[in-house]
């Protein structure tokens, strides 16, 4: 009558042990795969990263193009950096931006410089492109500019130069007694390992009136001349003495007289390379001559394509 009592108890311990039994290997199993999500997301993240940054790099270099994206569709901002914003060169070079404002959303500006005025890398920094194209015979940069400049592009700044902007100093930059309207030609002082170019003396330095001029890509696949093989540009004004850096690489040149027979050939559109991608391209022409290669190099160091 009461012999199945001790049976039962026995069953119900037996059904508790192996109950505790399942529930430890639940957990065992649940603590297993939460190590392994962990081994996985510290394994994957690596990798993500450097996907992430291939995305970015290659999106800079004009590779992919992400401006369908709100994010990356946002108004290119051009500072134009001269001596005299009433020059026609820099009025046509504004007229050029302007003309392509409203396809590719480019916003142009200009602040005139002068040796005395102060400019600072995070004013540079505010603008997606800087363009130094002065016009005067004695392109001046003071040293203090010349600085901010270097500083602006040692953290990422994209920069265009054109001809021999900024070679020229303030005497009294250089000099302890001076002539307060006198000029020092220094070349790309605090910018040359910068630069895709460099003259040797001032003399080698000045742009001369070239007739017959012809642009001719070497690299028609670099962003800056995709689609373009030879634009004739008429009469310029270039370095003809101008020579490549260590850093530069040179995507088009300029033929003098044509390019069947040509009088000289140097460098017309040269681009710095560096690990972390171009940060200044070189027109040794006025560079609204070539609007639509112009463009492409605005497009390409904002991280778009044309």
Avoid at 170 to 193: I, S, T
Avoid at 194 to 208: G, L, T
Wanted: with cysteine.
């Amino acid at each position: 009558m009461y012999g199945g009592g001790p049976q039962q108890g026995e069953r119900g311990g037996g059904d508790d042990a192996a109950l505790m039994a399942a529930l430890a290997m639940a957990a065992a199993q649940e603590e297993a795969e939460k190590r392994r999500r962990v081994k996985f997301a510290e394994a994957a993240l690596p990798l993500a990263l450097l996907v992430i940054l291939a995305i970015i790099f290659a999106v800079k270099l004009g590779f992919i193009d992400l401006s369908f994206l709100p994010f990356f569709n946002q108004p290119v901002d051009v500072l134009i950096l001269t001596d005299s914003s009433s020059d026609v060169s820099i009025q046509r070079l504004i007229q050029v931006l302007q003309e392509q404002a409203s396809y590719y959303k480019i916003k142009a500006r200009v602040l005139q410089l002068s040796p005395n005025k102060r400019i600072f890398a995070q004013q540079l920094a505010d603008a997606d492109v800087v363009v130094l194209y002065e016009t005067e015979t004695y392109p001046t940069l003071s040293l203090q500019q010349r600085k901010e400049i270097a500083k602006y592009l040692k953290t990422g700044g994209k920069l265009i130069v054109v001809k021999n902007s900024g070679t020229y100093i303030p005497q009294c930059d250089v000099l302890g007694e001076c002539d307060p309207n006198a000029r020092e030609w220094v070349g790309w002082l605090e910018l040359e390992d910068f630069m895709p170019v460099e003259c040797y003396e001032e003399a080698a330095c000045q742009p001369e009136s070239v007739k017959n001029a012809t642009l001719y890509t070497i690299d028609p696949e670099h962003p800056v001349m995709r689609g373009f093989e030879s634009i004739e540009m008429g009469t310029v004004t270039s370095i003809k003495e101008l020579q490549i850096s260590k850093s530069g690489v040179d995507i088009a040149d300029v033929y003098e007289g044509g390019i069947e027979n040509p009088e000289a050939v140097f460098p017309g559109v040269t681009v710095s390379q560096g690990v972390f991608g171009v940060r200044v391209i070189h027109f040794n022409y006025d560079p609204w001559v070539t609007k639509n290669v112009f463009i492409n190099a605005v497009l390409y160091l904002a991280g778009r394509s044309a």
